[in-house]
């Protein structure tokens, strides 16, 4: 072979890898798994301001979201930004906030219960806001999630815009990867009892 036709022979072989990998990186990202960055302090203080994660597209296909997820979606009153939450609220339930509390009423316990909140810290305060002022019981809709940021008082939520439905959800935040300092696996906190 001549050396025009090795060096021919090298950059095809360049190309098709460099295609190769472009089409893994593009089924990757549009059904996978998708890199996020977190802007502002709504979750904190379990995620940070200017933090990467990578939210899995696909674990919603098997099972339904569960509360205590946190989870990206499309911001409804702008579906070009992307929020980052934690599921409160699941689909047919109602919910109201008091005292500090939220109240979560369903099937399986009707007389209703409290929340608790494992990831917050004990001095966070959960207020109500437009959506859902104090005191207020809502009911969420069917295929709807009532999400909150943890940090309460610094977070535009379902309390502000009502609960998001299904099918504004890009999918489930499972790891922060960056800063290297930060990186941790993003885990429900809250008992398999109460996640459905």
Known sequence: MSTIGRVGSFFIDILETVAVALSLFV???AFVAQPHKID???M??????KSLILTDKISYRSHPPRRGDVIVFHY???PRKDYVKRIIGLPGEK?????????????SKPEGFILDEPYIPEDF???GKQFLPAGKLISIEEEAYFVMGDNREG????REFGPIHRKDF???AFVVYWPISEMKKIENPLPQIIQE
């Open 155 to 158: 977070s535009a939520d379902s």
């Open 170 to 172: 890009i999918g489930r």
């Open 27 to 29: 089924v990757i990202y």
């Open 125 to 127: 305060l959960t207020l």
């Open 95 to 107: 919910l109201k906030i008091e005292d500090n509390h939220i109240y979560i009423y369903n099937d």
């Open 76 to 78: 409804p009153l702008n």
């Open 44 to 49: 904190f203080p379990n995620l940070h301001d």
């Open 40 to 42: 502002g302090l709504s």
